[in-house]
């Protein structure tokens, strides 16, 4: 991967987010890695709460690749005592560390990350929302009080990276327009990530993502009802991934009948669980720029997926393809028609994977961000 290292003096930079899991990780995993190999020195500050079976061993990953060490800090999802000490235990780091700038992700990252450093203006604060608090119902307390917290900390923004233009103009819309502070920096992929993947045929569809209600499984679970192949046997699903909703959707699973079809498999690597499946669903009810969809559509998998957040950006000359997100009866005949024909999700998925090569490149995403933290800092 090229890593166009520049001349300018290393870094040291620390990135927060909250969980250790999901796209919000692999994309601060990623950055981590290149912006080392960029020869800049970076720390992690996650969650000490937030666990799934899988996040040692993607910490133990990290922890190679962040110089400046993990650190865990307790960051409740919703509101709790815990977040009064946060920020402070962060500022102390930040000294500790001789950070010259700190990097929040997330929601409950982006708002620790700034407060943090707001008593220092020598060390900008940078954030990516990757949803964050576009994900909370407007009319919701956590929806208010996060949107309350975003106007009041953009004055300690130096800048903030959207992943998509979609989170760009949803921002703007729900808390405030961020005026020459934001600037859309698409996430990216890995050159090996290109690599076209098969299937073992163990299943026919594939559903990878944190469970919750956001991610819509619940609805594809009804869709599953009543879907019938060519040959008369009734379809599989395989549903990776841990969440707060597992429980919940076991039981409706029971209670739909469907436990013959479909499997829960807990937590895995995405391309692992992409090629157990035929077709991977991603049928979310909102997105910013999953990592998910990216990395299907760099595998040449065939994929249904909503018309949510920035997946029609990633879907590109496919995007017609697109299902309405929460419908579960316009779900269930894009998966009908994937079992009578998928002849045309097969070329769609292979023209898909060269607009995703062309515009959502891992070293370009790295290269922006540590253009836009040097900016900051006079280095330009």
């Known amino acids: 991967m090229p890593a166009d290292v520049p001349t300018a003096p290393p870094l040291n930079i620390l990135q927060v987010l909250r969980a250790p899991v999901g796209g919000v990780f692999r994309h601060v995993r990623d950055l981590t890695e290149l912006l080392a190999a960029r020869g800049n020195r970076v720390a992690v500050v996650v969650d000490s709460i937030a666990f799934d079976r899988l996040t040692e061993a993607r910490l133990q990953s990290l922890a190679g690749r ?11 999802r919703f509101f709790a005592l815990a977040d009064f000490s946060a920020p402070d235990k962060i500022r102390r780091l930040v000294e500790a560390l001789s950070i010259d700038v700190v990097h929040g992700h997330g929601a409950k990252g982006g708002f620790h990350a700034r407060l943090a450093v707001g008593r220092n203006p020598g060390v900008p604060a940078f954030y990516t929302p990757h949803g964050g608090v576009l994900h909370f119902a407007p009319g919701s307390f956590e929806g208010a009080a ?8 953009l004055r300690r923004t130096a800048g903030i990276f959207f992943e998509s233009e979609f989170a760009l103009d949803a ?11 934001g600037r859309i920096v698409h996430n990216g992929l890995r050159p090996e990530e290109f690599e076209t993947l098969g299937s ?10 944190e469970l919750r209600a956001l991610k819509g499984v619940d609805v594809l679970i009804a869709a599953m009802t009543g879907l019938v192949k060519s040959n008369g046997k009734a379809p ?7 969440g707060p909703d597992r429980e919940t959707l076991k039981t409706g699973i029971v209670r739909s009948r469907l436990s013959g ?16 499946g035929n077709c991977v669903i991603v049928p979310s009810r909102r997105e910013s720029l999953p990592y998910v969809v990216l990395e299907a559509a760099a595998a040449q998998k065939p994929l249904i997926a909503t018309r949510v957040g920035g997946i029609p950006e990633i879907f ?6 697109l299902v309405a997100g929460g419908d579960a009866g316009a779900l269930r005949e894009a998966m009908r028609g994937w079992l009578t024909g998928p002849d045309p999700l097969r070329a769609e998925a292979k023209q898909r994977r060269e607009f995703v090569r062309a515009n959502f490149e891992a070293g370009a995403m790295a290269a922006a961000i540590e253009a836009g933290y ?3 800092l006079g280095q330009r």
């Not at 962040?66 to 409740?76: C, D, K």
């Not at 996060?146 to 900390?153: D, K, S």
């Open 374 to 376: 040097r900016e900051a």
């Open 261 to 276: 079809q479909i499997s829960l498999a807990g937590a895995m690597p995405a391309r692992q669980a992409f090629a157990r």
């Open 171 to 181: 921002f703007a819309a729900q808390v405030t327009p961020p005026g020459a502070t």
């Open 236 to 242: 599989r699903l395989l549903v990776v991934g841990d």
């Open 146 to 153: 996060f949107t309350f917290i975003e106007r009041r900390l």
């Open 66 to 76: 962040a110089a400046l060490g993990i650190h865990r800090v307790a960051m409740p």
């Open 200 to 209: 073992t045929g163990e299943f026919d569809f594939v559903f990878v993502g």
């Open 316 to 321: 590109g000359p496919t995007a017609r393809r």
